[in-house]
């Protein structure tokens, strides 16, 4: 049996990504998809492993080649997902988990419509800007870039099949690997 496709969207600063590990250490059969992106890699990420970091060029070239499943541009940024390593994986009977914008879910949903999508809100924006600064990575522009996103990104929420209030990471990724056992081929 096929595995099943699970997209996670939440904007950066919701603490999604220590959502998703957390849910990951105790999920089986389930591989997270390393997403390509034109942006550059922050401290202490390694190419291969949180992403595929190439050039403006290079995207657009696997673009044009139709490497992606779903691609699109985020804070400046160009991000995909590779197709054909989801389909394999997807064949081989493992669930594959994308964690990805707004954008680039829609589309999977469109061309996959029994991928399970869930979207990750923050308690409160207040609480996201605290975040986001509290990271000291981001300039100031950035950041009120990323806040905007987040106000467009959380009225998307109403289109995913479930909403996960991050409130506590534990609590979040536990509501997270009760819609997996539900839904998991
Ligand atoms: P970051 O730069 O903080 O790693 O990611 C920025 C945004 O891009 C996040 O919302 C993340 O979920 C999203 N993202 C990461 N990979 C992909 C991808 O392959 N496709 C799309 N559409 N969004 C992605």
Known sequence: MAGRLFIISGSSGVGKGTVIKE???NADNIYLSVSTTTRNPREGEVHGVNYFYVNKDDFKKAVENGDFLE????????YGTSRSAVEKTLKEGKNVLLEIEVQGAKQVKEKMPEAVTIFILPPSIEEIEKRLRGRGTETEEAIAKRLKAIKFESQEAQHYD??????????AA??????????KG
């Open 23 to 25: 849910f990951l250490k």
């Open 71 to 78: 691609w699109a541009e985020f804070g400046g940024n160009c």
């Open 162 to 171: 479930y909403k996960v209030v991050n409130d506590l990471v534990e609590r």
């Open 174 to 183: 536990d509501e997270i690997s009760k819609i997996y056992e539900k839904h």
